[in-house]
């Protein structure tokens, strides 16, 4: 049995102009001890699906579909139940680790807070699990950083304090949203190693989230291609950078920066941008930025075809697997 399955996720969302359907479809699972990437632009709504699975979405959001951790239904869960998984069987590491910290807090406080909530642990036995897992995610100095607040960290200190809280009760499921954000190029690869290093260790799901192409290669093991607020793109990694089905995926890897183009090389660009959540146009949402795109795309949703075994692509161009 897989460790997350997610089946026909659907989130409607109330704005100004009236209610939006923001994730439209979204099917997929990780199995234990599995990696699973979501890649795409901003806007695509790839944070979004995180906070879906973790119970956060914004107030008046409604939820359709499944959400199933564990053969646990999560969709059907109140406010009290979703609070004891949160945290206890699934972890999440957030974008921005200085908003993701509360700045009146020590850091070891904030990691001792998860330890005696959902292990009743005593104040003491709190803190020496604490600093374990300080050391454990290799923070530099950790006990004289123990009573730190967040402010005084560099962002990979703060980013490795957010991942010790999000791992401290031992989750299930580990949930990165674009864990290495302002982090300098050689921070990022540490803070990446560590959590596939973690992740391998105690064998929980990953589901990273990140708009780098770099990253899914080296991190995980399946991805989905996101636009719009559906999948466009699913397979396992190699298959997808190998054969790119969707010309959104192909779009995204021409844009891609590459060691050895001649200075002043101008990089490929996606024209127009994605559309607004209220405006999303019939047929296929890539329909208006695609240059293979015939009329047929424009009047009705693509089919999700199979182009090999385990990799689809949604789209009327994709090549059907023999």
Request: charged share 20%.
């Amino acid at each position: 049995m897989n460790l997350l399955e997610v089946t026909d996720l659907r989130v409607t969302l109330q704005t100004s102009r009236g209610a939006v359907e923001a994730l439209r479809g979204l099917s997929f699972s990780v199995e234990r001890g599995g990696t699973l990437g979501l890649i795409g632009e901003s806007g695509c709504g790839k944070s979004l699906t995180a906070l879906a699975l973790m119970g956060l979405l914004p107030e008046g959001a409604r939820v359709q579909g499944s959400i199933r951790l564990a053969g646990t239904e999560l969709t059907s869960l109140d406010d009290a139940a979703m609070c004891a998984v949160r945290g206890l069987r699934m972890g999440m590491v957030f974008q921005e680790p200085m908003t993701a910290l509360n700045p009146l807090h020590t850091v070891g406080r904030q990691i001792a807070e998860s330890l005696r909530l959902h292990r009743s642990m005593a104040a003491q036995d709190a803190r020496a699990e604490a600093l374990r897992l300080l050391q454990r995610v290799q923070l530099p100095q950790a006990a004289q950083r123990f009573d730190a607040y967040p402010h005084q960290l560099s962002g990979g200190q703060r980013q490795r304090v957010v991942i010790a809280i999000a791992l401290a009760c031992g989750p299930e499921l580990l949930i990165a949203d674009e864990p290495t954000t302002a982090l300098d190029v050689t921070t990022q690869r540490e803070v990446l190693d560590l959590i596939a290093e973690l992740v391998a260790e105690d064998g929980m799901g990953l589901l990273l989230i990140s708009h780098d192409l770099g990253v899914m290669a080296d991190t995980v093991q399946r991805m989905l291609v996101m636009y719009a607020g559906t999948v466009v793109e699913s397979g396992p990694t190699a298959a997808v950078f190998a054969q790119r089905a969707h010309p959104y995926t192909r779009g995204l890897f021409a844009a891609r920066p590459r060691l050895g183009l001649p200075r002043g090389t101008r990089l490929a660009t996606i024209p127009g941008r994605v559309p607004e959540l209220a405006d999303m146009p019939r047929g296929c949402p890539f329909a208006a930025r695609c240059d293979i795109a015939v009329d047929a795309c424009k009047a009705a949703d693509p089919p999700n075809v199979t182009v090999a075994p385990g990799h689809t692509s949604r789209c009327l161009k994709a090549v059907p697997v023999s």
